[in-house]
């Protein structure tokens, strides 16, 4: 069976990332607002949306090097581990040099400026800034080849832990920038020094030090390794190119549309809460996800899936209770975060919020099938979701706005998940699919519900009227709602390991 232990770390290493990423979202960004007003933020959100698609670049390389790496070092093969991790580097290291000079060319003659549409900030900052951002974010790229070696051999928990920290000190390095004065350009340069060079550095010469034997320099791929790896790539490249299209898209049609820097505000605003909800059971579906993979390589596909289900199962519950949380407390945390309550939209968050509801089931199946590199179905997902994510936005807005978009985000997502039910009923590695969707909807809505009516019933006892008061609400709601359901729904291995660790604790007064 997977490591338990792992399994653990994984989840809690991404807990911390979790809360890293909240620094940098919740503070920076209520910081920001302060001080720059909304039009401001909503340029600078612009421009980093179209830094950040630069990510597609990657095209899913990572995970299949990844899955073939971990596959190599489950079975003991040190020189097949060697060849994919050389190769990995090797690929990276010329696209991403390829991708530097053109977007160094590009900024310098302006053929950028063409993807922006800014009020706030002057072309030449804008390109500035533009850069900044998109080498840092081409630097993630070439650190990717250190965290799939990282999470092959079992390590995926530090790899996390450590990114997170260099989050926390690019995060506080721009708060203090903002805090005096600061603008979009010193924000860029702070997270290209840090979470790009200064990352990528520290892991490049730790992995060397950790794995002398089993890494080395970058490598060229022979054919037959292209067009191995080309029967993987061309479905998990939609595995990258999808979530970027999904979260940058709205933001430049948004742009593009001349949408007012207020109301893209409030769009981004809603859209973090909910990606954090997104992101927190993500983080329980990956976790786990690497631990359970090596099960599926040693062909217990079956023992696989029925641990995957009952992860699912936890994560569903997790995501219904954090719907709740959004729907009860998102007003009175917008007005602590930026000072104006009326950028949080009920009806914003909750089109927004829906669709994870609906499709949370599905991660944990698709997650399998990904880590075990068996990507088509996962693939097709992700096309469908490109497609009609793009189409429906531009729709939605011509027809209806800011809110016409996020119906139309809402409604692609659930089509593009919810269509693949039936190839995945088909599948044999899924018995008792369809049971497994049910009680998690289940889970899902009863989460949800009584989230709701605990939440309201504190508001109405103990109104949030000071940042005390809501941090009290919150806190009680977590000890009422959060936490007994995480417990009631952890999966019985883990659940029997926890009380072993407190049990000892709880008998120590006696002895």
Known sequence: MASLRRMTSNVAAQIFALAASLTDRIVLVGLMLRHWGPDLFADYSVIQSASTLLLI?????????????????????????????AIHLGIIATLVAALALLLTLATLSGATDRLLHLNQIDTRAARVTL???????????????????????????????????????????????????????????????????????????????????????????RLAELREAGVHLKWFSLQ????????????????????????????????????????????????????????????????????????????????????????????????????????????????????????VCLQQPLALLQYSNKSRVPGLQRLMQIVLGPLFCIIGQSLYGVTGLVVGLAISEVIANWALLPLLAEMTVFPGLMRYCLNSAGAAVAATAAGLVIGFALLRLAPATSIPALGLDMALWTLLTLTPMMLATLPEPVRQSLWRLLRPAAKAPQD
């Open 240 to 359: 990258v190119v999808g979530p970027t299209v999904w979260l940058q898209a709205p933001v430049l049609i948004f742009s593009a549309w001349g949408v007012a820097g207020r109301d893209i505000t409030s769009f981004l605003l809603i859209r973090t809460m909910v990606n954090q909800i997104r992101q927190a059971f993500q983080f329980a579906t990956i976790g786990a996800g690497i631990e359970i993979a090596p099960l599926a390589h040693r062909g217990d596909i079956l023992g696989a899936w029925r641990l995957s289900a009952r992860v699912g199962l936890m994560t569903t519950v997790l995501c219904g209770a954090l719907v709740a949380a959004v729907l009860i407390f998102g007003a009175d945390v917008t007005r602590v975060w930026t000072g104006d309550e009326s950028l949080f939209s009920l009806p914003i968050a909750i089109y927004l919020l829906a669709p994870l509801l609906a499709v």
């Open 57 to 85: 670049a990657e095209l899913g390389i990572q995970i299949y090097f990844q899955n073939a790496e971990q596959a190599a070092f489950v079975t003991g093969n040190k020189t097949a581990f060697r060849r994919y991790a």
């Open 131 to 221: 850069w900044f951002l998109a080498a840092g974010n081409l630097l993630t790229i070439v650190r990717s080849t250190t965290t799939s070696i990282y999470a092959a051999t079992g390590n995926f928990a530090f790899t996390v832990v450590m990114t997170a920290v260099a989050l926390i000190v690019t995060t506080l390095g721009s708060l203090l920038a903002v805090a005096l004065g600061a603008g979009p350009t010193s924000v860029a340069m702070i997270y290209f020094t840090i979470s790009g060079a200064g990352s990528l550095a520290y892991f490049l010469l730790d992995v060397r030090r950790r794995f002398p034997d089993w890494v080395g320099g970058p490598a060229t791929p």
